[in-house]
């Protein structure tokens, strides 16, 4: 069974800071990994997607990694404002495995004044 | 519509009573998810619909738990003599293809 795991579960921050959230993956036959923001009492909203043949993909102040064989992805956030904070959740659709998402528990992090 | 419409945001519900939950999707969207989510933990996948097929019902955690999606776009996930542990955030996504999930944002249950 695919498990994802995220690390850290929180993290506070000031302003400016650069920062790397982390994601672990059990199975590396993986279709996709997603990233996705949760701001309380909302939903998802979709940040970066890479493809099991990409290595990243950046969008903005936000560059996330994939590396299949270790089981291994990064968000990298750059000079991080107060509206980042929010959770942050990686997922991955396994090949094969129809096409449900896998979500790990989640990075909450705050970025303070 | 614009988004991933959900409804009610919230829902309290007695114990061993019958709730049901409502997504809209974007219209054309044809696939369809449900996910559950636990107080600080990550979404769990519970069913998936491509058009008004139910293709993946692996994750609804017991037989109280059904949903349906008859005409292909609007789904409902009903909840039948409702426990504490069904107390959650139920999401609904959907997507055209294996790709740009779009969630809604939720109705959260909480069983008293």
């Known amino acids: 069974k695919q498990e994802v795991t995220q690390i850290p579960a929180a993290l506070s921050v000031p302003e400016g800071e650069n920062l790397v959230l982390n994601c672990s993956f059990t199975?590396?036959?993986?279709?996709?990994l997603q990233w996705f923001r949760q701001d309380p009492g909302k939903g998802l909203t979709s940040l970066l997607l890479?493809?099991?043949?990409?290595r990243e993909q950046t969008s903005g102040r936000l560059n996330a990694s994939l590396d299949k064989s270790s089981g291994r992805s990064t968000l990298y956030i750059a000079a991080s404002q107060p509206g980042d904070s929010a959770t942050y959740l990686c997922?991955?659709?396994?090949?094969?495995?129809?096409?449900?998402?896998?979500f790990g528990t989640g990075t909450q992090l705050k970025v303070e004044l | 519509g614009a988004g991933v419409s959900q409804s009610p945001r919230y829902k309290v519900a007695k114990r061993g009573q019958d709730v049901a939950l409502r997504c809209d999707p974007i219209?054309?969207?044809?696939?369809l998810f449900w996910y559950q989510q636990a107080l600080g933990q990550g979404p769990e996948f519970l069913t998936y619909?491509?058009?008004?097929?139910?293709?993946?019902k692996s994750g609804l955690p017991s037989d109280r738990f059904f949903a349906e999606r008859p005409e292909g776009s609007v789904s409902t996930l009903k909840i039948q003599r409702t426990q504490q542990e069904d107390s959650a955030v139920y999401l609904c996504?959907?997507?055209?293809?294996?790709?740009?999930?779009?969630f809604g944002s939720g109705t959260r249950l909480t069983v008293v």
């Open positions: 219209s054309g969207h044809v696939s």
């Open positions: 199975d590396s036959a993986i279709y996709n």
């Open positions: 997922a991955v659709i396994l090949t094969g495995g129809g096409n449900k998402l896998t």
């Open positions: 996504a959907s997507s055209v293809a294996l790709y740009g999930y779009t």
């Open positions: 890479i493809q099991s043949s990409q």
């Open positions: 619909f491509q058009n008004e097929a139910q293709l993946d």
